[in-house]
Structures are given as structure tokens and as C-alpha cells.
């Protein structure tokens, strides 16, 4: 059964400081990883997406990296700001599954003025 | 707007209530998916529609829920006889076909249900 763990569970930083958050999945056989923001009662907006087959993926201050074989992505946050603070979550897409995204717990940012 | 939209945002009912919620998609999107979410949880996987044809089930939808999606385009989850357990944040997300950003899920903003 495939598991996700995010970690840390929460993170508090002062702004201006590059940090990276961590994803583990134990079955490395996915389609894709993608990463998500959730701000408090709110819906998820996509971020990253990463196919199987990719290492990284860029997107203004953040990097998302993939390695398959050890069953890990990384979500690298450059300088960060006030405005990044949410919950991030990151979730598999199985092989041969393409509806069911597996999703860790998330971690919760903090980024202090 | 053009993302997905979902109503109502937030449902308070008594147990042993039906309560439905609608979805509706990007609308190039055909690929639509129902999602749950209790505090502090990741969402978990509920259904999967291609179109009007539903294409997968998680064991977590109990003959209580049923979701449709009759012409493919919004879909509706509908909750029989709620009990508290049901109180969660319901997630739908849509994405599209074809080889441009395979797989790819996009959300809206949720509903969120109280069951009193």
C-alpha cells in the first residue's frame, strides 16, 4: 500500500530564508508527483507537477525535485515571504491509476515578518 | 472565473439528513474528481468520472454517497442519511486529457459539511 510522509509536520521561518520541504513515498512506481498549497479553509492550488520520468521542476522561487528510485521529492522555497505561508501538500499519482492521487498530511508554513 | 466551482461552499445538517453538492469543472476538462478531507488530513481519493462514466471507487464511498455526472459536464456527490463521521471538506477537481501536462489536478475551493 502506498504511503506518503511529509516532513516536517510545521515549520516556522523568518522571511528572506531559503527552506525545503521534504516528501517520502514508499512505493516508487508512480505516473507523477505534484505539489500543492492549501491556504486555511480553503481548496488546493497546484504548484508543481513532476512526471515520472522528469528530476525537477521550476516555477518562480520554487524547485521541486524527484528521485524515484529512493522515493523522495523535495520542495526547495527560495527567499521566502509572508505570502507563502499555507500548508503544503504533496501527492502521488499511482501507475495505471490516474484518478487516485495519494496525498501526505502536509507541512504547515510559517514565514514571520 | 473560470476554475472549478463548487456550491455550497459550507452545509450544516442534522444526522440522518441528504445533503448534495455540485460541481462544476474547467470547462475543457473531462476529468472530474471527488475528494474528502478531515482536519489535519491529506484529502482521500472518493470517485473518478471520465466524461459521464465513472471510472474508479475508493472503499471509502459507502452506498450512503453517490455520485453522477449525467452529461458529463458538473457532476453532484450526494450524502444519504449523513452521520457525523461524514463532517469533512469535499474537494472536486477537474483536469484535462491529452499529452500536455498529463495528470495534473486542479481543485476548488471545497464544501465543507458540519453533521450536528
Known amino acids: 500500500k502506498q504511503e506518503v510522509t511529509q516532513i516536517p509536520a510545521a515549520l516556522s521561518v523568518p522571511e528572506g530564508e531559503n527552506l525545503v520541504l521534504n516528501c517520502s513515498f514508499t512505493d516508487s512506481a508512480i505516473y507523477n508527483l505534484q505539489w500543492f498549497r492549501q491556504d486555511p479553509g480553503k481548496g488546493l492550488t497546484s504548484l508543481l507537477l513532476?512526471?515520472?520520468?522528469?528530476r525537477e521542476q521550476t516555477s518562480g522561487r520554487l524547485n521541486a525535485s524527484l528521485d524515484k528510485s529512493s522515493g523522495r521529492s523535495t520542495l526547495y522555497i527560495a527567499a521566502s515571504q509572508p505570502g507563502d505561508s499555507a500548508t503544503y501538500l504533496c501527492?502521488?499519482?499511482?501507475?495505471?491509476?490516474?484518478?487516485?492521487?495519494?496525498f501526505g498530511k502536509g507541512t504547515k508554513l510559517s514565514v514571520k515578518p | 472565473d473560470t476554475g472549478v466551482s463548487q456550491d455550497p461552499r459550507h452545509k450544516i445538517t442534522k444526522r440522518g439528513q441528504n445533503v448534495t453538492f455540485r460541481c462544476d469543472p474547467i470547462?475543457?476538462?473531462?476529468?472530474l474528481y471527488w475528494y474528502r478531507q478531515t482536519l489535519g488530513q491529506g484529502p482521500e481519493f472518493l470517485t473518478y468520472?471520465?466524461?459521464?462514466?465513472?471510472?474508479?471507487k475508493s472503499r471509502l464511498l459507502s452506498d450512503r454517497f453517490s455520485a453522477e455526472r449525467p452529461k458529463g459536464s458538473f457532476s453532484t456527490l450526494e450524502i444519504q442519511r449523513t452521520e457525523q463521521g461524514d463532517s469533512a471538506m469535499y474537494l472536486c477537481?477537474?483536469?484535462?486529457?491529452?499529452?500536455?501536462?498529463?495528470?495534473?489536478?486542479?481543485f476548488g475551493e471545497g464544501s465543507r459539511l458540519t453533521v450536528l
Open positions: 470547462s475543457e476538462h473531462n476529468r
Open positions: 513532476i512526471q515520472s520520468s522528469q
Open positions: 468520472f471520465q466524461n459521464e462514466a465513472q471510472l474508479e
Open positions: 477537481a477537474s483536469s484535462p486529457t491529452g499529452t500536455w501536462v498529463a495528470g495534473e489536478l486542479f
Open positions: 501527492a502521488v499519482n499511482l501507475s495505471g491509476s490516474q484518478g487516485n492521487l495519494i
